[in-house]
């Protein structure tokens, strides 16, 4: 004790210089890091800069939206790359996009934007009601199912989900103090928060079936052709199935064979779309935590 004080006393000039420097070293890079970017200097023109979170051995991106937004590009064979700095979103969400000069967030609003810009309706064929239709399957998955699904993640099977992200033991203190505080303060206001673990686990289960029952036969939501909808859908049901912890009532009945036809549409898009998934995981299973594919 003596010693550490002593020390302090002898070198109290050099101390504070040096915290200086690290607090301004600090401060310049998160200027930097938020600097304006220039399309064609920072990165190139007609190619969409997706900021998403890191991906990992179970899945290529761990954020719903992240894997809504991705399939959309896939589809629509438009140029991207993958940037994993993910903070300083303008709606601080992920994903985020750059592109042409634009900064933008929200899947849902880089899509229409996307859409407008390169000319896309992936809807065309679809009635005016269908639209409609296809719109309230969308937001029902992207408002209820994928807050059931961040309570299964994020309170019932948070240390699984610690195993899953790769965190050590200070990592998962990290996580623990900012982000499930965070995760239970969002969950509280959406409402999924104020239900059992049972009741939330129930929940899961109905909804899948209910999905189920809308999805039929069919190839797709809204019949033989895909739709921004079935983005949105893979987008999550995609993270229930792969990247749930196994003891959740919803991700065992996606790993069975009861519910086929959503088992069958899930495979459809990736092996379609993704046809790149296993080494995508592979090279994440490589790496730790990242996939820089
Ligand atoms: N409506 C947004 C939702 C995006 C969203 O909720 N992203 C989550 C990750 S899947 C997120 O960024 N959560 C961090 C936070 O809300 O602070 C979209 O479609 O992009």
């Given at each position: 004790m003596d010693l550490t004080r002593d020390f302090i006393k002898d070198n109290k000039s050099y101390l504070a210089a040096g915290a200086v420097v690290v607090g301004a070293t600090c401060f310049l890079y998160k200027r930097w890091r938020k600097r304006t970017r220039i399309c064609g200097v920072d990165y190139p023109k007609d190619t969409v800069i997706l900021h998403v979170f890191p991906g990992n051995k179970y899945i290529p991106n761990m954020g719903h939206f992240v894997m809504k937004l991705e399939t959309y590009l896939r589809i629509n064979k438009?140029?991207?790359?993958?940037?994993?700095?993910?903070?300083?979103?303008?709606?601080?969400?992920?994903?985020?996009?750059?592109?042409?000069?634009?900064?933008?967030?929200?899947?849902?609003?880089?899509?229409?934007?996307?859409?407008?810009?390169?000319?896309?309706?992936?809807?065309?064929?679809?009635?005016?009601?269908?639209?409609?239709?296809?719109?309230?399957?969308?937001?029902?998955?992207?408002?209820?199912?994928?807050?059931?699904?961040?309570?299964?993640?994020?309170?019932?099977?948070?240390?699984?989900?610690?195993?899953?992200?790769?965190a050590t033991k200070l990592m998962a203190l990290f996580y623990t103090i900012f982000m499930k505080r965070q995760a239970v303060k969002y969950l509280y206001t959406v409402g999924v928060g104020r239900h059992s673990n049972e009741e939330i686990q129930e929940m899961v289960v109905k909804d899948l079936k209910q999905f189920s029952e809308v999805l039929g036969d069919k190839r797709f939501i809204m019949g033989e052709t895909i739709t921004e909808t079935d983005?949105?859908?893979?987008?999550?049901?995609?993270?229930?199935?792969?990247?749930?912890?196994?003891?959740?009532?919803?991700?065992k009945l996606l790993q069975s064979d009861e519910l086929k036809n959503v088992t069958a549409y899930l495979d459809r898009i990736k092996d379609t779309y993704w046809a790149d998934w296993d080494d995508i995981l592979a090279a994440a299973g490589k790496k730790g935590i990242k996939n820089n594919y």
């Open positions: 438009i140029p991207y790359q993958l940037d994993f700095n993910y903070q300083n979103g303008p709606k601080k969400k992920v994903p985020w996009i750059e592109y042409n000069g634009v900064t933008m967030g929200d899947s849902q609003l880089i899509i229409e934007y996307l859409n407008k810009q390169l000319n896309i309706d992936m809807n065309s064929h679809l009635s005016k009601q269908e639209r409609a239709i296809a719109w309230a399957v969308q937001k029902w998955l992207e408002e209820y199912t994928y807050w059931l699904n961040v309570f299964t993640r994020w309170v019932i099977g948070w240390d699984d989900m610690m195993r899953y992200v790769n983005c949105a859908a893979f987008g999550i049901i995609s993270q229930i199935r792969w990247c749930t912890p196994e003891n959740c009532p919803g991700h």
